[in-house]
């Protein structure tokens, strides 16, 4: 099983919704990335979390830290068809490992 | 600043057939990576430089995959034979740290891809 499992795996949203997308760990967290990638495309930085209880945004992308639950949330306010794309976790483990994905539709 | 930069962008093989792959990093960024994603999983590293030693290739199939980084900035990846579960997004990043602790210069800047197709 994966160490970061991230739900929802898909999701598909009307334009204008607001949605969240979690990422789990099965070990501690001590700070964690997020990225985004647009299909065919690399990965591109969104921010990073270092401590528990962190929260930041970055336009209308607000993502927090929950270290005791191990968690981290990604909420998108007032979705846009720019925001479509995968959405992907990455913890440091000695290496930068990521979860699964979750990929975004936004429909106009 | 130039991003990271891959060739080729796509690649189309018969299995058994061997492919590479190459990656420029940003200039002045020590450490170097390789991920590899399949359709519909998050990236696997498969081996990490810093400067032009390894640090990190323990998921990288070494009957057939290797990498180098001879001088420290481009590196190449190769596979041969390549086998139908080869097919994947070979990403290549590059980072101005070590790539561990959570800083701005561990930040990884990614590459668009090297998509690769094994019939």
């Known amino acids: 099983s994966q160490e970061l499992e991230q739900s929802p795996q898909s999701l598909i949203v009307q334009e204008g919704k607001n949605l969240t997308i979690n990422c789990t760990s099965s070990k501690t967290l001590y700070g964690l990335y997020w990225y985004k990638q647009k299909y065919g495309e690399g990965l591109i930085f969104l921010m990073m979390?270092?401590?528990?209880?962190e929260e930041k945004s970055h336009e209308k992308i607000t993502a927090k830290l929950d270290e005791k639950k191990q968690q981290s949330s990604l909420h998108i306010t007032a979705s846009q068809p720019s925001h479509a794309g995968i959405y992907l976790c990455g913890a440091d483990r000695g290496k930068l490992i990521f979860g699964q994905g979750t990929t975004l539709q936004v429909k106009p | 600043e130039a991003g990271v930069a891959q060739s080729p962008r796509y690649k189309i093989i018969e299995k058994r057939q061997s492919v590479a792959f190459w990656c420029n990093p940003i200039?002045?960024?020590?450490?170097l990576y390789w991920y590899q994603q399949i359709l519909g999983q998050g990236p696997k590293l498969l081996i990490q430089?810093?400067?032009?030693?390894?640090?990190?290739d323990s998921q990288l199939p070494k009957d057939r995959f290797s990498a180098e980084r001879l001088k420290g900035v481009d590196s190449t990846l190769k596979i041969q034979p390549a086998k139908l579960e080869d097919s994947a997004v070979y990403l290549c990043?590059?980072?101005?740290?070590?790539?561990?602790?959570?800083?701005?210069?561990?930040?990884?800047?990614f590459g668009a891809g090297s998509r690769l197709t094994v019939l």
């Open positions: 430089f810093q400067n032009n030693g390894v640090v990190d």
């Open positions: 200039s002045g960024h020590a450490t």
């Open positions: 979390l270092q401590k528990g209880g």
């Open positions: 990043a590059s980072s101005l740290g070590i790539g561990t602790g959570f800083s701005g210069a561990n930040v990884l800047t």
